[in-house]
């Protein structure tokens, strides 16, 4: 199975961005969760919850909405995994 990168400014994590990755490590075994003290989206930052999902910026306005996104994208990438892997 793949795994999936979801990469975190430790600053915004104040944002409620903590919650969200605590429920979606729960829920998903298969995710990598990498803390950085920055990472280049400083804008960001201090205003909303984001993180860097497979290097993709996933924002939201509000930390149950980023989970609900982040939630949606990870049904879909693993379902694209784990039908490929059933093709071969």
């Known amino acids: 199975m793949r795994n999936f990168k979801i990469e975190v400014c430790t600053?915004?994590?104040?944002?409620?961005?903590d919650h969200v990755l605590a429920k979606?490590?729960?829920e998903f075994s298969e995710i990598k969760i990498v803390p950085y003290?920055?990472?280049?989206?400083c804008h960001q930052c201090f205003r909303v919850p984001f993180v860097l999902f497979n290097e993709?910026?996933?924002e939201a306005s509000q930390p149950d909405n980023l989970?609900?996104?982040l939630?949606?994208?990870l049904?879909?990438?693993r379902d694209v995994s784990q039908s490929n892997e059933q093709e071969f």
Do not use: A, F, K, P
Request: net charge neutral.
């Open 11 to 17: 600053d915004n994590l104040s944002q409620g961005t």
């Open 24 to 26: 979606l490590q729960e």
């Open 37 to 41: 003290r920055c990472v280049s989206y």
């Open 56 to 58: 993709q910026l996933i």
């Open 67 to 69: 989970y609900m996104m």
């Open 71 to 73: 939630r949606e994208r």
């Open 75 to 77: 049904r879909i990438e």
